[in-house]
């Protein structure tokens, strides 16, 4: 089955301590992303990687890191947490830009205490 | 960033009633747009796209149209059904079609 999978789906940590949210396709598809999605404020993109070794900051990028080191994974790091971090996590992917449909994960809410 | 926005937040209609859901944006440069659909508990499903060349589009028991004079799209379901019920988003890529801005969306009701 097609689709994009993160791991873990629900997070409690502290601040500082450094942690990653994983996110992984099997579409083959060049072009992924990651968002956060806070109330009232909709989806916010945070990174982006067209492809291998290729990534450039989206909206919010400022306390993320990500690493695109193989086409099918782009995880989502954070060095040290912030309250102001916690918030859901979407990593997306497409086949190339972002004309292409892109596809969702199922989300990761992280909380950051 | 750019500002991509919703009129109403919240939207009740009757099942079997079309429903019409507007996104304003304010970037007259961009040239792409796109409703996603999301369930509760889930990611966004894309719906429609649309380029900023063409002014409606129409898919399965939805239309998007775009009016670039005022900056406003909108998305149409016709007979809407229980399972439409959710948050709809619009978005909108600029000409580099590397970012994409989000409206903060507007959920949809359907009574039976």
């Known amino acids: 089955e097609a689709q994009v999978t993160q791991n873990p789906r629900y997070l409690i940590t502290v601040t500082g301590k450094k942690l990653t949210v994983t996110c992984s396709q099997n579409?083959?598809?060049?072009?992924m992303s990651w968002y956060r999605q806070d109330p009232g404020l909709g989806l916010r993109q945070i990174y982006y990687?067209?492809?291998?070794?290729?990534?450039d900051k989206g909206d919010v990028p400022e306390g993320y890191k990500v690493s695109r080191k193989e086409k099918r994974n782009f995880p989502l790091i954070l060095e040290s947490p912030s309250p102001n971090q916690t918030s859901l996590y979407f990593c997306?992917?497409?086949?190339?830009?972002?004309?292409?449909?892109?596809?969702f994960g199922p989300g990761t809410r992280l909380l950051v205490l | 960033g750019e500002s991509v926005g919703l009129h109403l937040p919240t939207l009740s209609v009757q099942e079997g009633d079309n429903s019409i859901i507007n996104c304003a944006y304010s970037?007259?440069?961009?040239?792409?747009f796109i409703w996603y659909k999301q369930e509760s508990g889930k990611g966004p499903q894309f719906i429609i796209d649309?380029?900023?060349?063409?002014d409606k589009r129409q898919g399965q028991r939805v239309t998007v149209l775009l009016n670039k004079t005022v900056k406003h799209l909108s998305l149409q379901i016709a007979a809407t059904q229980p399972g439409d019920s959710a948050v709809y988003f619009c978005?909108?890529?600029?000409?580099?079609?590397?970012?994409?801005?989000f409206g903060s969306g507007t959920k949809l009701n359907v009574k039976p």
């Open positions: 997306a992917s497409s086949k190339g830009g972002l004309q292409e449909t892109q596809y």
């Open positions: 579409m083959n598809h060049e072009y």
């Open positions: 649309i380029r900023s060349n063409m």
């Open positions: 970037n007259s440069a961009s040239d792409y």
């Open positions: 978005a909108e890529a600029p000409w580099d079609f590397n970012k994409f801005y």
């Open positions: 990687s067209m492809n291998v070794e290729v990534t």
